[in-house]
């Protein structure tokens, strides 16, 4: 066969389409290794990503489960998020449009080529990253903006690149509070972007503060724009 080959830790080969190859071998490889070692292993992922690898991995151990499960189970997080992303595009068009207006906004993105690749085929995790921006923008224009700082800090650990969209928060912190000179929400906000950093450290502990540290700063000098 002209495909190539992607070997499974402790089972026989499978065939894939080349476009996965990398991807698919590399997130095989990182698995396979967070559910032999300690999680508190340094290994080159988010500490989100390594929490989900780590059951991932287990379960692939526990079950022995056979190659094209396991190859399902690789991609199935992020293509759940895709259909619940869908879901919420058409649940909030339906605020401002018809049914069938909301279906078509929906399965625009839902039948987007480039998100059944990178999601379907590839297997990568950039429709679980775009599911917390979207609800953390979904709770900015509802208001709830101590439950977006949540949101958001679970988005930075899941992709460094969110925090481009730091911005956005402090600005709906300056409308909501600043300029109605409303310091007692000002107060709350304030004590809730703590809560959201408590929870960001709680997440890193496992880790090593220091080693997630180094980690997110390598990664966002490689990113000029951040």
Known sequence: SSLPRVTVTGAKSIWLPLPCLFALSLLNNILSCAACLSITQSLPLSSINMYVLYALGSIKNIFNIADWLYVIILKLPAVLCDIITGYIIFKTSKKRFNENTSLLLSGIYML????????????????????????????????????????????????PQSLIFTPVLIFSVIDEAVLKLDFKRLGKLILGAFGAVFLMVLMALPFGLLNVLEQYISTISSYPYL
């Open 112 to 159: 987007n080529p480039a998100i059944i690749l990178n999601s379907s085929l590839w297997g990568q995790v950039d429709s679980v990253y775009t599911l917390g921006i979207i609800l953390t923008l979904l709770m900015l224009s509802e208001k709830k903006l101590i439950a977006s700082f949540f949101i958001f800090a679970v988005c930075v650990f899941i992709k």
